[in-house]
């Protein structure tokens, strides 16, 4: 382990900010697990979670810049990820993409075998954007409620009210597959 890796994602951040390669690069190589796999249970596919986390590595010395420091910087990093997925969800849905996509492409959750665990995913994806991103962070990512409000920029209850429409349209959904 070399000196860099005992820092702080604070120090990393600001160390990077002030230019320093290593660190950026030790804060992507610590954190790039949880970009794509916050990308892929958010889109569904693996080219697609592949594509969002670089496309959050190339923008994220900017983005740098608007993280205060405050709170957990895995917080701050859903934000940056899911916002990236969202821009990308646009810009699929605008070239007509996204339905051919998801309609031929259904994959699995990374590293879930279990069907059942496949389908609610699946299901997930076709909730609203909000609900969506809530499921994510909540169930995917285990963060806290606290902590997915700060990511989505709204209040803990707007994430528990998102979370809970969440749990009702899923079990209709689930309910019609099963019928």
Known sequence: MT????????????????????????LLGRHYD????????????????EDVAQDVCIRLPRALRSWSGKGRFETWLYK?????????GRKLARDGKLREAWANEPAPDPGCDDE?????WEAVRQLPPKQRMAVTLVYGEGVSH?????????????VSYHVHAARARLKTLMEEEAA
């Open 3 to 26: 000196q860099i890796d005992t820092l702080s994602d604070a120090q990393l951040a600001q160390r990077a900010l002030g230019g320093d390669r290593a660190a950026f690069g030790c």
């Open 34 to 49: 949880l970009m794509y796999r916050a990308a892929y249970r958010w889109s569904g596919r693996r080219a697609d979670a």
């Open 80 to 88: 940056v990820v899911l916002n990236a997925a969202r821009d990308q």
């Open 116 to 120: 059942a665990a496949t389908r609610l």
């Open 146 to 158: 606290a902590e997915a409000a700060e990511a989505m920029d709204c209040a803990e209850a707007t």
